[in-house]
């Protein structure tokens, strides 16, 4: 308990459940952050606080579109106003639309770029704004292995997670000046809402896990991915930035 006492963060799309974005803001909040969690889904977002609020922690809800500038204008505006600052950013909201690009459209294509990548650059530009004020910070990324390795049907998927694991890099380096770190978290099969949407499947169960495909032969849970992203949070990885963590049970080795 603790780990994150008197620090702000933001987790955007933290309103499926099962989910990262939800899992990982109950699991900051529980170490002592205060969170503003952000989600299309509003009812979801403001459910996701009111858990947190009943646990006893301290949380604001908000309607986020992270594609739009003046929607990460607005988000900043609420943090400060109920906050007076932002230490944390979890870039987490995305979407999976898994077809062969034989038969990717131009309109998904571009949406999974917009939504996967374009929202995670203006999270990024929109946090080191507001870190400066506070001459410092940390800046998570949520990626994926397939920003990693070539998998089939994640042409565009992969290609948006591609560019945040390498866009957090480069920002990373521009940063460090500010004691602002930015890294990046790669998970493996997590079973979630999205991850049943993506495969069409209902149970975990039916996911392969052969251990021929993934070595310890079982799907991950969100808490997997919630506490690599405290750690990177906290105080405990002041000297990591940069990094790319992969959670994924083996899956890329």
Same mark, same amino acid.
């Given at each position: 308990?603790?780990?994150?006492?008197?620090? *702000?963060?933001?987790?955007?799309? !933290?309103?499926?459940?099962?989910?990262?974005?939800?899992?990982?803001? &109950?699991?900051?909040?529980?170490?002592?952050?205060?969170? !503003?969690?952000?989600?299309?889904?509003?009812?979801?977002?403001?459910?996701?606080?009111?858990?947190?609020?009943?646990?006893?922690?301290?949380?604001?809800?908000?309607?986020?579109?992270?594609?739009?500038?003046?929607?990460?204008?607005?988000?900043?505006? !609420?943090?400060?106003?109920?906050?007076?600052?932002?230490?944390?950013?979890?870039?987490?909201?995305?979407?999976?639309?898994?077809?062969?690009?034989?038969?990717?459209?131009?309109?998904?294509?571009?949406?999974?770029?917009? *939504?996967?990548?374009?929202?995670?650059?203006?999270?990024?530009?929109?946090?080191?704004?507001?870190?400066?004020?506070?001459?410092?910070? %940390?800046?998570?990324?949520?990626?994926?292995?397939?920003?990693? *390795?070539? &998998?089939?049907?994640?042409?565009?998927?992969?290609?948006?997670?591609? @560019?945040?694991?390498?866009? %957090?890099?480069?920002?990373?380096?521009?940063?460090?000046?500010?004691?602002?770190?930015?890294?990046?978290?790669?998970? @493996?099969?997590?079973?979630?809402?999205?991850?049943?949407?993506?495969?069409?499947?209902?149970?975990?169960?039916? &996911?392969?896990?052969?251990?021929?495909?993934?070595?310890?032969?079982?799907?991950?849970?969100?808490?997997?991915?919630?506490?690599?992203?405290?750690?990177?949070? %906290?105080?405990?990885?002041?000297?990591?930035?940069?990094?790319?963590?992969?959670?994924?049970? @083996?899956?890329?080795?």
């Amino acid at each position: 308990m603790g780990r994150l006492d008197g620090k *702000v963060a933001l987790v955007t799309g !933290a309103a499926s459940n099962p989910g990262l974005g939800r899992t990982t803001a &109950l699991r900051l909040a529980a170490e002592g952050a205060k969170l !503003a969690v952000s989600d299309i889904d509003v009812v979801g977002a403001q459910t996701c606080a009111q858990e947190i609020q009943s646990a006893g922690g301290d949380a604001i809800a908000f309607q986020q579109n992270v594609t739009s500038e003046d929607g990460w204008v607005e988000a900043m505006e !609420a943090i400060s106003s109920a906050y007076g600052g932002l230490d944390i950013c979890v870039n987490n909201a995305g979407i999976a639309v898994l077809v062969p690009i034989e038969s990717m459209t131009l309109e998904e294509w571009n949406r999974q770029i917009e *939504v996967n990548l374009t929202s995670v650059f203006l999270g990024c530009r929109a946090a080191i704004a507001a870190m400066k004020k506070r001459e410092g910070g %940390s800046i998570i990324n949520l990626s994926s292995v397939a920003g990693i *390795v070539g &998998l089939q049907t994640c042409t565009a998927y992969g290609a948006a997670k591609g @560019g945040v694991r390498i866009m %957090s890099k480069s920002i990373a380096v521009e940063a460090a000046k500010y004691n602002i770190r930015c890294n990046s978290v790669h998970p @493996g099969v997590i079973w979630t809402n999205m991850q049943a949407q993506a495969t069409g499947l209902n149970d975990p169960s039916a &996911l392969e896990v052969s251990p021929a495909r993934i070595p310890l032969g079982r799907p991950g849970e969100p808490l997997d991915i919630a506490n690599c992203i405290l750690y990177l949070a %906290s105080d405990e990885s002041n000297y990591v930035t940069g990094a790319e963590f992969v959670i994924d049970a @083996g899956m890329t080795a």
